[in-house]
């Protein structure tokens, strides 16, 4: 399958489990759309020409030709110098890899990775959340998240793997979409009654099983084993924690337990001020579990050789 092919089958796919509607993605798309046509100059020569078809500002083809063959992959959570050229030392080794491939984004993608925040909306609507309040909070989470990651030096593994020829690309909210929808209908089908049986679905998904083999695995953040779960929200997609004021609304909406791959201390402040369960799933292991989902889809379409590293472990389904 060429890199393109990939790269445009990953989108499809976390399309499909995204969170906002069709209406909603093509909105967005014709808005950027819209947008190219009116500029003029630089603004447009340099325009990311991938936000007129991907909704998804953290995944990207970083680096190679699009035609590009790809028969091995090398993919991880976080793949950055050293994975690169832990890639091209074992293509001196007779692996062949054809692409490294990233969960987290790295260059362009990086840099506007807090664009894919706003699918939050939407999360939080399911969970009744008016569009209106989870905009107005989310702007100002968006601007904090672009300020953090505004000084970062983004290009750096990218032009490593200019420098060796490596193609490289970042699948990030494709995979999480992934996840989220996963674990959401388990919860929703299950209806566990409290927080430990919460654990123990987790706990007997693959991915969280090797979690625990490596002391990441799910544990109660904020709640007590016996404490009722209540309504579960599965908070897992949307590029990085969302607004810290939102906890509060969740809990007046009838939330009683957030499952998340991880939490900030002002988030876990703010969420045991509210009283509303959390329970920490495993950063690691949940983007594990978004990629196998992702990659399970993908090599119905074409049999690749994947090297796993860096977190990442594959399990088929």
């Known amino acids: 399958m060429r890199l393109i092919d990939i790269y445009d089958f990953v989108i499809k796919k976390g399309i499909a489990k995204d969170p906002r509607t069709k209406k909603e993605i093509d909105e967005e798309l014709n808005k950027a759309r819209r947008e190219f046509r009116n500029l003029r100059g630089p603004d447009k020569k340099y325009y990311d020409k991938d936000r007129l078809e991907n909704p998804y500002a953290d995944t990207r083809i970083l680096y190679g030709n699009p035609d590009e063959d790809i028969k091995t992959m090398m993919i991880g959570v976080d793949m950055e110098v050293p994975e690169v050229l832990a890639a091209d030392r074992l293509n001196e080794r007779g692996e062949s890899i054809d692409l490294v491939m990233a969960h ?45 990651v505004s000084p970062a030096n983004h290009m750096r593994a990218v032009d490593v793997a200019r420098l060796l ?9 494709p995979a999480d979409n992934h996840v989220a929808d996963y674990l959401q209908k388990i919860f929703d089908r299950k209806r566990p009654e409290n927080l430990s049986r919460v654990l123990n679905i987790l706990k007997n998904i693959p991915e969280y099983q090797d979690g625990i083999k490596k002391n990441t695995g799910p544990r109660i953040l904020i709640g007590k ?4 779960a209540g309504r579960i929200f599965v ?6 924690e969302g607004p810290k004021k939102i906890f509060a609304r969740l809990s007046q909406a009838g939330v009683g337990t957030i499952v998340s791959m991880h939490l900030s201390e002002e988030h876990y402040k703010n969420a045991k001020d509210e009283h509303i369960n959390i329970i920490i799933a495993g950063h690691i292991a949940s983007d594990t579990l978004g990629i196998n989902l992702l990659l399970d889809e993908l090599q119905k379409q074409e049999k690749f050789r994947i090297i796993p590293c860096s977190g990442f472990v594959r399990v088929r389904r």
């Open 165 to 173: 020829d490596m193609p490289f690309m970042c699948v990030h909210t």
């Open 235 to 240: 908070d897992m997609t949307g590029g990085t």
């Open 225 to 228: 084993p016996d404490k009722k």
């Open 104 to 148: 987290h984004p790295e260059g362009a993608a990086w840099a506007r990775f807090y664009d894919v925040m706003r699918l939050q909306v939407a999360m939080l609507r399911k969970f009744g959340i008016p569009p209106e309040i989870g905009k107005a909070l989310l702007e100002d989470r968006i601007g904090e998240v672009e300020r953090a």
